[in-house]
């Protein structure tokens, strides 16, 4: 006689395809992030990949009111540290320069998202009840190599084998993404120089950003190619810069300060690094399955979300990533922004930090950098680019030409 | 992915800011090509004229293999 154990029935959410356990929260702590800090981005050829590192993780414990030697566990993001700077082993080479005391110290790289997904599993780590008090960064110093040094570099994150041995660089791989697009969809030059207008007005209020500089449709329409249809107006910069946050269960949070978000959805997702392994080049199923599954995690939906930080680190990323994530329907997000529904007192605020393309791109500080600006928008703190609306924001990271995908939607304390 | 003697184009761009390694072939086009034979192939496209430039839809015919780049050209 066998006996008769009932399991309850597990709560799911399709999400293409694939299920998301919603039951996975129930025995998972809330989080929340409790302090941010952020180094300027841009050009510092006088300092070091450390330096930049150490002072992002000072401001956010600073931020946080709390001090290095209580912190229990440190993920950092870095895409290629190695290649950039000649050093490896780079978590304890930042964490004890910091002050973290014997802690586990842990690099994670999934190119432009190693930021992200150093957030994703240090958020882990605290949700699932290993620690109570833990920093993740991310950090990239770019500028010390050549330009086509560093868009050799960059080529790393997509496949070697095959595109990159053909010649692909990031802007190209974005290029025929963009014209595929345009093929599909009718999405226009201007458009995408719509977006660039957009996130260098916006960069142009923020003072962290690497360029500061208003630039008029006719110059984005202008600009030098990099790889056709893009120009240099379409491409993020290459940065140095470092970003920090420090996390808590969301219980202990308003021990250590009132200006908490709470981390309502942080989902990381995967898909194949070659473009031409793809079916439809026009959408990202990764960020597609990381919005859904943050979305059903979250108990909201794209029309819920007050401000988002993008991965633009091309204008057509941000088109498609606003597609993807359902801020407008499918092959509209050229018009959608053209129409200024994406500027900071449009329908829905995209990159008011300047985005990739005016704050700057140090790779692997970016995914951790946008979850600071976000934060920033909803403790009402960003000045001249403050949304009206601050009470949720969503931020995507993405990888290589859609291979690693982290969304997470953030809420005000 | 092997090699087809022919294909359509997919997608393409122009490369005009290369990897260190391609700097001498720059600017130079790239295309995504879907293979007569099946499958879809990151190709080179030869020639640097105006009239060898492919765009979607175009056909185009493998020309030859160089260091291990697949060259093609429009049909």
């Known amino acids: ?413 | 992915m092997k090699t087809g003697p022919s294909g359509r184009v997919y997608t393409e761009a122009i490369v005009h800011s290369p990897p260190e390694q391609f700097a001498a072939d720059a600017p130079y086009q790239l295309a995504i090509v879907d293979l007569d034979t099946g499958g879809r192939m990151t190709v080179r496209v030869l020639g640097k004229e105006q009239e060898d430039r492919v765009r979607i839809g175009d056909q185009v015919v493998f020309v030859e293999d160089k260091d291990g780049v697949a060259y093609y050209r429009k049909q």
């Open chain 1, 1 to 413: 006689m066998g006996c008769i154990i009932a399991i309850p029935k597990p709560r799911h959410a399709e999400t293409c395809g694939r299920i998301v356990n919603l039951d996975i929260l129930t025995y998972m702590r809330p989080v929340a992030i409790i302090g941010i800090g952020k180094t300027a981005f841009g050009a510092f050829p006088d300092r070091d990949l450390r330096s930049l590192a150490v002072e992002a993780v000072e401001h956010a414990l600073s931020d946080a009111n709390v001090s290095a030697a209580t912190v229990q566990a440190f993920y950092l993001g870095n895409f290629a540290g190695p290649a950039f700077v000649g050093q490896n082993h780079l978590a304890p080479y930042v964490g004890a320069a910091t002050g973290f005391d014997g802690i586990p110290c842990t690099r994670l790289e999934d190119a432009c998202a190693s930021g992200g997904s150093a957030f994703f599993h240090a958020w882990m780590s605290v949700a699932a009840g290993m620690y109570d008090l833990v920093v993740a960064a991310g950090v990239e110093k770019m500028t010390s190599q050549s330009t086509p040094r560093v868009t050799e570099i960059l080529a790393g994150a997509g496949d070697m084998a095959g595109e990159g041995r053909a010649g692909a660089t990031f802007p190209a791989l974005f290029a025929m993404i963009a014209r595929r697009h345009m093929y599909q969809y009718g999405t226009t030059r201007e458009q995408l120089a719509a977006v660039s207008v957009k996130n260098h007005a916006n960069g142009a209020k923020n003072p962290l950003a690497h360029m500061r500089k208003v630039i008029t449709l006719e110059q984005a329409m202008a600009g030098k190619p990099i790889a056709e249809p893009l120009t240099v107006y379409d491409c993020s910069l290459i940065s140095d810069g470092a970003a920090a946050v420090v996390i808590v269960p969301l219980e202990q949070a308003a021990r250590h300060t009132s200006r908490y978000a709470r981390v309502k959805a942080v989902a990381q997702t995967s898909d194949r690094v070659a473009l031409d392994s793809k079916s439809d080049i026009t959408e990202f199923p990764a960020v597609k399955s990381a919005g859904q599954k943050a979305y059903a995690m979250a108990g909201i939906g794209p029309e819920n979300i007050d401000v988002a930080e993008l991965h633009d680190c091309f204008t057509i990323a941000e088109v498609i990533a606003s597609e993807d994530l359902g801020f407008v329907a499918k092959g509209q997000g050229g018009p959608f922004a053209a129409a200024g529904c994406t500027a900071i007192n449009g329908r829905i605020p995209i990159n008011t930090s300047g985005g990739l393309k005016a704050k700057g791109h140090p790779v692997g500080a970016t995914g951790v950098g946008q979850l600071c600006d976000v934060v920033l928008q909803l403790r009402g703190d960003a000045g001249e680019r403050q949304v009206p609306r601050h009470r949720i924001g969503l931020t995507q990271n993405l990888g290589g030409s859609g291979a690693t995908c982290v969304v997470t939607i953030l809420e005000a304390a």
